[in-house]
C-alpha cells in the first residue's frame, strides 16, 4: 500500500510497540474481546487501537454487536503489527484484501473517527485535533460546525437537538449531558407525547400485552413487570444507573436506594 504504515522491521521495536499495544488493549478488554468496550450513550460496540507511532488510540467506528468490533480490531492490529499481534481470533480467519484494507482506514487522514464518549462529535487526522459536532436523527446528519475540543462539540450537538423539539425519549437516548429539564418529571409524565410505534412514552418500558403489565428492559435483560407505566420506568432507571446508562427521571441517589 502506498504510503501505508508497515510492520515494524527492527525487532526491537517492534517488540517495544507490540507490548505497548498489548497493554492498552489489555485494559479495554470488555465481554471477552480485545480493544472493545461499550459505547454508552450509543448504545454500541466500539473498536479502539493504540498507534505505534503517537501512542494515542485511535477509534475503528461503533459496532451493533461486539464480534464485529473485535474483528475490525483484529485487522487493524495485524496490518500494524504482523501476524505475531495478540488478537481475538486466529489469522487465517482473515483475508490479506480485509488487512489491507483496514490498514489503509486506519492510515487515511480523512476517515471521520466517532468520540468515545459523545454522540454526534467526530474527529479526524486532517482535523488537526478539533472536532466536529453534528445532529444525528432519523437516519439523517446535519454538520454544526468545528471546534477545539471534544467537550464543546458535544455541548453544541446537544443545544441543536434540543431545538428539534422530540420527544423525551428521543431526546434522552440522543444527549449526551441532560439537564433536568430534559428528564421526564414525575407531576407531569403523563403529558408526554408517546412515539408512533411505542407502547410507553419511557425509555426500557413497553406495555406487556398478555398481562396487561408494563415491562421493564435494560436492553435484552428484563429487568421486571409492573402494574405502572412509572413503577416500570423506575425500575429501568435504577438498573440503568448503575451500569452508567441514561435514565427517564434526573437521578436522585436516595430514590435509587429505596
Request: aromatic residues 10%.
Amino acid at each position: 500500500l502506498r504510503g501505508a504504515r508497515r510492520p515494524h522491521a527492527r525487532a526491537a521495536g517492534r517488540a517495544a510497540d507490540h507490548q505497548q499495544h498489548r497493554g492498552e488493549a489489555a485494559r479495554q478488554a470488555e465481554g471477552g474481546y480485545l480493544g472493545v468496550t461499550r459505547h454508552t450513550i450509543a448504545r454500541r460496540w466500539q473498536a479502539h487501537v493504540v498507534d505505534p507511532d503517537s501512542g494515542e488510540l485511535v477509534s475503528l467506528g461503533l459496532f451493533v454487536s461486539k464480534k464485529d468490533a473485535a474483528q475490525a480490531y483484529d485487522a487493524t492490529v495485524f496490518g500494524l503489527h504482523g501476524d505475531t499481534a495478540e488478537t481475538n481470533f486466529a489469522r487465517d480467519l482473515f483475508d490479506r484484501e480485509q488487512i489491507e484494507g483496514a490498514l489503509e482506514a486506519f492510515n487515511d487522514p480523512w476517515v471521520e473517527r466517532p468520540s468515545s464518549k459523545y454522540v454526534g462529535v467526530y474527529t479526524a487526522r486532517s482535523l488537526g485535533g478539533k472536532w466536529q459536532a453534528r445532529v444525528e436523527m432519523y437516519g439523517a446528519s446535519q454538520y454544526l460546525d468545528t471546534y477545539d475540543d471534544e467537550y464543546a462539540a458535544a455541548l453544541a450537538a446537544d443545544e441543536a437537538i434540543r431545538t428539534t423539539g422530540s420527544s423525551k425519549f428521543l431526546l434522552l437516548r440522543q444527549l449526551n449531558m441532560p439537564k433536568k429539564e430534559d428528564h421526564f418529571d414525575e407531576d407531569t409524565w403523563e403529558n408526554e407525547v408517546i412515539d408512533t410505534g411505542r407502547s410507553s412514552r419511557f425509555m426500557g418500558v413497553v406495555h406487556h400485552v398478555a398481562t396487561d403489565k408494563y415491562l421493564a428492559r435494560l436492553g435484552r435483560k428484563h429487568v421486571g413487570l409492573f402494574d405502572t407505566e412509572l413503577e416500570a420506568a423506575k425500575a429501568f432507571d435504577k438498573a440503568s444507573h448503575a451500569k452508567g446508562g441514561v435514565t427517564n427521571f434526573q437521578v436522585v441517589e436516595a430514590l435509587l436506594e429505596a
